[in-house]
């Protein structure tokens, strides 16, 4: 049969378990604080300006009217603008039959 528990044996105890639970919130505040001050970040460069804006769009549209092929352009696929002719193909024979 058990004894009593040591009543020091229980303090412990309690102490271990309050400084954990002190350990969890103060980790949880710092976690909390940290993800606050990530999110609060100031834009870099402010806000866009409407003629840079305008004038960047106008280059897009002016890179847009090439050949519409932006691989053969790169270099990386053959053009259909210039299709190789293909061999013509072998005549066959036309086979009748007599009515």
Known sequence: MKGKPDPSQSLQRIK?????LAVV???IALASTVLRLATHEQPVGGSAQANVVAEMAAGNDMSMMGSG???AEMGAA???ANPVSAP???PTAE????P
């Open 16 to 20: 271990v378990g309050m400084i954990g």
């Open 25 to 27: 919130v103060m980790l």
């Open 69 to 71: 092929e932006p691989l």
């Open 78 to 80: 053959p053009s259909s």
């Open 88 to 90: 013509a193909p072998a």
């Open 95 to 98: 086979v009748t039959t007599a």
